[in-house]
């Protein structure tokens, strides 16, 4: 990775690390505050990037609050199925859209999507996320800030390539197994899990800030 790329998290989760309720995808864990923070955030950067999942729960864009006159959202998919291009997402104006994908796309909806957005093809044999940033790269972005979920940030999380992690600690217990989580996927083995380090903790209210950031040297 390039020195001058910037990837970075953001992401809010109850005490028990989740993400959403088990039964409402579309759920606002934090405050005001917190969504202040998420978009000074977005401000500063180029692109959004998330997995279909997220696309599916919101049906909506990652905008930063001022209009921009350039701004891009990325999201990740096997084949693009349950994702319906009619759904906001595909139709904010001044959005540049990529859509990476990893299966077998069916060619009626690779046409749908071809209307508002890009369409990456990935190797599957490969990490989706490593192969993301070098299109992004090339493509001359700088800042990505990777908003989740929780299947997406392992992507990002497996190979080590957040540089900074911002989680917003709720103070609510959600519970539930199939609640999605900050990181899913496989996981690592204990004794090879990520350390990362403690930049900042801010309290306001009930809420804490958190920033860690990535040691150069763990897997
Ligand atoms: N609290 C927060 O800050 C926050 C932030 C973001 C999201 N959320 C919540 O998190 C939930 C979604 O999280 P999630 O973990 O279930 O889903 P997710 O990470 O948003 O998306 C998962 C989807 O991404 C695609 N994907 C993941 N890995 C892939 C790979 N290697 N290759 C190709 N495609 C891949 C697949 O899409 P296909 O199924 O289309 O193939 C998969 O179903 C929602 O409830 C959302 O509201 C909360």
């Known amino acids: 990775m390039k020195s001058s790329m910037?990837?970075?998290?953001?992401?809010?989760?109850?005490?028990d690390g989740k993400i959403a309720p088990v039964d409402q995808p579309m759920y606002s864990?934090?405050?005001?505050?917190?969504?202040d923070w998420l978009h000074t955030l977005r401000n500063q950067a180029d692109i959004v990037v998330m997995g279909a999942g997220t696309v599916r729960a919101f049906q909506r864009p990652c905008l930063p609050k001022k209009r921009r006159d350039f701004f891009a959202n990325a999201l990740l998919t096997r084949t693009g199925e349950n994702l319906d291009p009619k759904w906001p997402f595909f139709k904010a104006r001044n959005l540049e859209r990529f859509i990476f994908y990893t299966g077998?796309?069916?060619?009626?909806?690779?046409?749908?999507?071809?209307e508002s957005s890009h369409l990456i093809p990935l190797d599957p044999k490969k990490s989706s996320a490593e192969q993301m940033i070098a299109v992004l790269q090339i493509l001359n972005f700088q800042k990505i800030l990777v908003?989740?979920?929780?299947?997406?940030?392992?992507?990002?999380?497996?190979?080590?390539?957040?540089?900074?992690?911002?989680?917003?600690?709720?103070?609510?217990?959600?519970?539930?197994?199939?609640?999605?989580?900050?990181?899913?996927?496989a996981?690592?083995?204990?004794?090879?899990?990520?350390n990362l380090?403690?930049?900042?903790?801010?309290i306001v209210k009930d809420e804490v800030f958190l920033h860690y950031r990535r040691k150069k040297s763990s897997p």
């Open 104 to 114: 077998k796309m069916k060619p009626k909806l690779q046409d749908a999507f071809l």
């Open 29 to 35: 864990l934090g405050t005001k505050k917190d969504l």
């Open 6 to 15: 910037h990837v970075f998290s953001n992401l809010a989760m109850s005490l």
């Open 197 to 202: 380090k403690l930049k900042e903790a801010k």
């Open 147 to 185: 908003e989740g979920g929780g299947e997406l940030m392992w992507e990002f999380v497996k190979k080590n390539l957040i540089d900074d992690y911002y989680v917003t600690l709720t103070p609510k217990i959600l519970g539930g197994v199939k609640a999605p989580s900050l990181v899913s996927g």
């Open 187 to 194: 996981g690592f083995p204990g004794g090879n899990e990520l």
